[in-house]
């Protein structure tokens, strides 16, 4: 007793326990309503604020738009206000697409309001809220002070005229017109999410302090209970170790166990290998079993987790003498003073009649086209049995099998592996899950994987299933590449990519000129015109590539990597003549060029970015990059690359510009789209870097990215601007049809969900298939697109080689009459497919009826 305080256990568990809780739970209560929830709330009301700023500004500059179409000429004044009218009272947002903008003017008069079209043309001077607030007089108060500005005020919630709410209007004068634009948040929102977020709070520190609370009462109760536990357990330990080691040391198996203090074995694996237990404890496991699955795993830990159940192999033991043993190993999970380790039980080969292996052995399987595997469901998935189909996937050689090999090693996707690991009976089959899969030559291919959990073996998971495939990814090879290799002119082969013995030899022939001498031919080019044969050789090839049946996609990779090299090299003869420094500056390849799709009938499409970090070596540098891209254009026309007939190339001083000027003309682009322009400047949004300094590049990629994440305007006025390219249906009557007016929409829309979802591929299909993977195009959406596009390539290489040959001028028309019926129909799927990917671009970036 101390000062008449009784310190009873009850008190002493009261303050141990109990008391730290309940402080633990008052300090987090307080930091959460005194600190989180209010910080919250001031920076989603400046978020909120911030963002009805920029949304005004993006309705702002089609104001602007249209007064310079005013200013110059091109329509008269009544005509451009009524337009700017009509598109800033068609413009929504928000979750529900109801908030949208207003116009007033300076008297103050209504000039539009799409949900009070009533007051459209009134006098707004004595127009007051409940509250008895000149609201439209206020927004001209505001405006004749500083331009712009925010309102409080109470207004009808969004369409329900019945509805009264707090409402926070950010306004901003058009001085031209003397319009003021403006739109609001209501504040109400805001409140709904500050008390959701309070209430959560609340629930989650009160649930906080009672876990806390109940685990320092369980610990407590634990503690003692565990310390007995583990006094039993050690003089357990200590009996079952004697009787562990009299049975071990009497079998007549040879035992090894592996864990963290090293190799130990019986008497009779002892005798066997020639050791006594002090050397025994010097030697590696991999020195007693030279087996090249057991270097996979550095410590017992690893073996041990990779061990769900028992696995019975068979392998050689190293004897001292130098000789082997040939023994049947049984390896099991073990635990040593509560220590992971492995316990190896060998029996000699000769006394063991051995596994059968596990295989597909069913000849339908071994002949189908689909890949059916089976792997035990551990760490490495390693495979148990695979069919045919399955081997030539995985790109082994004729008598090879993956058998013991692990899946890992082909799928490289960990998020894929980690699915498969995941499997349980319980959650069912894995259906069509997207895969990619890294065959034993290098090349790539994608494909849909089917899996599920199956029986026992004995006692152990696996894992059954079926991999189809979609198409190779690149048989083309790296421009600095060796070539092709056999087993990709096999798989080319075999899958109905050539046509026939002769058209494999001519294939072959071309992909190992194209690699060899063709790139041989442009890197030992001394003057511009020595490029010339280089260029026509590849288009030679690239023609006899697409006559034998090779896949336009990869053609057409081929047609701009030989354009690529050539440019590069062109522009080396220029910088070595010139003298300058090799960096400071990017080249950049723009439309088909940038996206890898270039044909046979394409022009020149690049621009120069440079380092303007510095101003004055820019002041520098700019004239000098100027003369060089002139030069460079000139060179490349002189090669066969004709000039671009919008002057889009690097000699244009419009398009030689600093990486911060270039992000000024991106971000002007991106936040004031004119109709008349964007799809004239859509063709810079598929950039690429060719030469020069990589930096640069990456920079304005990642401008460029950050200035479309919420930018809704510019992809909004996107999809209106590719709607007039719907093609018409119907082909019956029509002489000839434009492959490029077809495949424009086609890699438009493509473009427009990939900037929109963040996606950094530079090929249609590329963008397509990561459009699938993140759940924006459905299978069957995907696979059309893939279609369509190899079709529509494939006609336009075609008939361009055709007319090369002819000794005519390449162009982009295909005759419809006289065409093959499975070609009709498939340009008339690409057509129906293009009107489908207008159709749900304009559903899905809010396009109105008119523009369809």
């Known amino acids: 007793m101390a000062g008449g305080f009784l310190y009873t256990p009850r008190t002493r568990f009261f303050v141990r326990v109990v008391l730290p809780g309940i402080v633990a739970f008052l300090l987090f209560s307080m930091l959460i309503l005194g600190f989180l929830i209010p910080g919250f709330e001031r920076a989603m009301m400046e978020r909120k604020q911030e963002t009805t700023r920029e949304l005004t500004r993006s309705a702002w500059s089609i104001l602007e738009h249209y007064h310079r179409l005013e200013a110059s000429g091109q329509l008269p004044v009544e005509v451009a206000r009524e337009q700017a009218r009509n598109a800033i009272k068609e413009l929504r947002y928000g979750d529900e697409g109801k908030d949208y903008f207003w116009i007033t ?118 503690s003692h209970r565990i310390e007995i536990r583990r006094r039993n357990a050690e003089q357990q330990l200590a009996r079952s170790h004697e009787r562990y080691k009299a049975l071990a040391e009497a079998a007549t198996e040879g035992v090894l166990i592996w864990s963290d203090q090293g190799l130990h074995a019986n008497r009779t694996l002892l005798s066997w290998l020639g050791l006594s237990e002090e050397e025994l404890n010097t030697t590696s496991l991999q020195t007693i079993i030279p087996d090249k699955r057991l270097g996979l795993y550095h410590q017992p830990q690893d073996l041990f987790n990779e061990l769900t159940s028992r696995m019975f192999v068979e392998c050689d033991l190293m004897i001292r003498s130098g000789q082997s043993r040939a023994v049947h190993a049984d390896f099991s999970r073990i ?132 991999i189809e495939r979609v198409g190779i990814e690149d048989v083309m090879p790296s421009i600095n590449g060796p070539g092709i290799t056999d087993s990709a002119v096999s798989y080319l082969a075999s899958h109905g990519r050539i046509h026939s013995i002769q058209s494999l030899y001519d294939v072959t022939d071309a992909w190992e000129l194209f690699p060899r001498n063709l790139l041989r031919s442009i890197d030992s080019a001394q003057e511009v015109d020595d490029l010339k044969g280089s260029y026509q050789k590849a288009v030679r090839l690239a023609g006899e590539l697409i006559s034998a049946g090779a896949d336009a996609y990869r053609v057409a990779r081929f047609i701009s990597y030989a354009g690529d090299a050539i440019c590069r090299k ?83 001083p419009l398009w030689c510009l600093g990486l911060s000027e270039w992000k000024e003309k991106f971000a002007r682009w991106t936040r004031s789209p004119g109709p008349n322009e964007i799809l004239e400047m859509s063709i810079f949004f598929d950039f690429r870097h060719a030469a020069g300094d990589s930096s640069l590049t990456d920079q304005l990629h990642e401008f460029v990215s950050e200035e479309l994440i919420t930018n809704d305007i510019y992809f909004h006025h996107m999809a209106e601007a590719w709607q007039p390219f719907r093609p018409e249906t119907r082909l019956a009557g029509m002489e000839q049809v434009s492959l490029k007016r077809l495949l424009m929409p086609l890699t438009g829309i493509v473009r427009l969900y990939s900037m929109k979802h963040g996606i950094r591929q530079y090929s249609t299909l590329s963008r397509a298939w990561d459009l699938f993977e993140g759940g924006v195009l459905t299978r069957q959406e995907t696979d059309d697109i893939h279609t369509s596009w190899q079709f529509l390539m494939n006609q336009r290489l075609q008939s361009q080689y055709l007319k090369i040959i002819q000794g005519e001028q390449p162009d982009n028309e295909i005759r419809v009459a006289g065409m093959d019926p499975v070609a009709h129909y498939l340009l008339e799927s690409s057509i129906r497919l293009i009107q489908d990917l207008l159709q749900k671009s304009a559903s899905d970036f809010h396009v109105n009826e008119r523009a369809l």
């Open 570 to 652: 062109v522009l080396d003869l220029i910088i070595n003549q010139s003298n300058i420094p090799q960096n400071g500056f990017a080249l950049l390849q723009l439309g088909s060029a940038g996206r890898g799709e270039q044909s046979l009938a394409t022009d020149q499409d690049n621009v120069f970015i440079l380092d303007d970090s510095d101003q004055r070596a820019f002041n520098e540098l700019k004239p000098v990059m100027l003369e060089i891209g002139g030069r460079l254009n000139q060179s490349l026309e002189q090669v066969g690359y004709l000039a671009c007939k919008g002057g889009i190339m690097a000699g244009n």
């Open 105 to 222: 003017d300076r008297f103050p008069r209504m000039v539009t309001h799409p949900y009070r079209p009533e007051l459209d043309g009134q006098d707004l001077t004595e127009f007051r809220d409940p509250d008895g607030k000149a609201l439209f007089v206020e927004f001209v108060k505001v405006t004749n002070r500083s331009g712009d500005g925010f309102v409080e005020y109470r207004w009808q919630w969004k369409d329900d005229s019945l509805r009264i709410v707090p409402k926070l209007s950010y306004v901003r004068l058009f001085e031209p017109w003397g319009w003021i634009v403006g739109t609001g948040i209501y504040v109400e929102d805001v409140k709904a999410e500050i008390s959701r977020l309070e209430v959560t709070a609340l629930l989650i520190s009160g649930g906080i302090g009672l876990l806390i609370i109940l685990l320092l009462i369980i610990i407590t109760g634990q």
């Open 335 to 466: 635990h040593l003073a509560e220590q992971q380790a492995v316990m190896m039980v060998f029996r000699p080969l000769d006394t063991h009649e051995g596994l059968v292996g596990l295989s597909f052995s069913n000849e339908l399987l071994n002949h189908s086209g689909t890949g059916f595997f089976r792997a035990a469901l551990t760490t490495q998935l390693t495979l148990l049995a695979t069919n045919q189909c399955m081997n030539d996937m995985l790109g082994l050689k004729t008598g090879q099998n993956a058998i013991g090999l692990s899946l890992e090693a082909w799928i490289k996707d960990s998020k894929v592996l980690k699915r498969i690991k995941s499997l349980v009976p319980e959650s069912g089959p894995l259906i069509d899950l997207p895969i990619g899969i890294s065959r034993q030559d290098g090349i790539l291919f994608r494909g849909y994987l089917t899996a599920m959990v199956r029986g026992e073996i004995p006692g152990e998971r696996f894992v059954e299933g079926s």
